[in-house]
């Protein structure tokens, strides 16, 4: 069974621009959440998707970043614009259910850095 | 991070045990998760602690005491791959608040 895929692995952007990343996660999984760890720092919780609707976006640091999720298989984070404190590596998890506490399985992530 | 504490390094020699204690906020408890993350890879799943007591699997434990807000991951046998850091994650309401981590560097 494949695990939870992201793309890219690595992505260089300046100030300014935009930056996509995307997350496949395991099949049947309806639960997709993204992370990110900045430099030093925790991984923190960003947002909760099930299905296709966000259950959750507490951890969004702001409107400059947009979570989708359309048809409930993949997701995308984009960042627009980019500022320097973007900088760090955005995880990407999935479960298959919420049935009172489910596991998490964690994608690679993508290493994002703003310069 | 978030009231969740556990040690930021920690050295054991091949072989040995060693223990890496969490200890985090009670309030909005729905389990404790253990996960290794080798640098540049993926978190990795080890254990999960809903209840009170110990949870073995493998050279790998976990305890936790839900009244003390605390739990240790036990690393018996240790080997040279168990260089890693290792994650203590609270489940509060299926989003998982983590520590800052442990190294854990395995000498020989």
């Known amino acids: 069974e494949a695990g939870v895929t992201q793309f890219p692995s690595h992505s260089v952007i300046e100030k300014g621009q935009t930056v996509t990343l995307r997350c496949d996660p395991i099949s049947g999984h309806d639960n997709l959440y993204w992370y990110r760890r900045v430099m030093g720092k925790e991984i923190k919780f960003l947002l909760h998707f099930v299905k296709e609707s966000k259950q959750d976006e507490s951890g969004m640091p702001n409107n400059r970043f947009l979570a989708e999720r359309t048809g409930g298989t993949y997701s995308t984070l984009k960042v627009q614009p980019a500022e320097l404190e973007d900088s760090g590596v955005y995880f990407c998890?999935?479960?298959?259910?919420?049935?009172?506490?489910?596991?998490?399985?964690f994608g690679p992530g993508t290493r994002l850095t703003v310069l | 991070g978030q009231n969740i504490d556990q040690p930021t390094e920690m050295t054991a020699t091949e072989g040995a045990i060693v223990q890496i204690n969490c200890t985090y906020q009670t309030s909005g408890f729905n389990g404790l998760f253990w996960y290794q993350q080798h640098a540049g890879e993926a978190p990795t799943f080890l254990s999960y602690?809903?209840?009170?007591g110990l949870e073995e699997k493998g050279r790998f434990s976990s305890f936790l005491s839900r009244s003390k807000g605390y739990s240790y991951l036990l690393l018996k046998e240790l080997q040279m791959k168990d260089s890693a850091s290792y994650l203590c994650?609270?489940?509060?309401?299926?989003?998982?608040?983590f520590g800052a981590g442990t190294i854990l560097r395995v000498k020989s």
């Open positions: 998890a999935s479960s298959y259910g919420t049935a009172f506490t489910d596991t998490q399985y």
């Open positions: 994650a609270v489940d509060r309401g299926n989003k998982l608040v």
């Open positions: 602690n809903v209840l009170d």
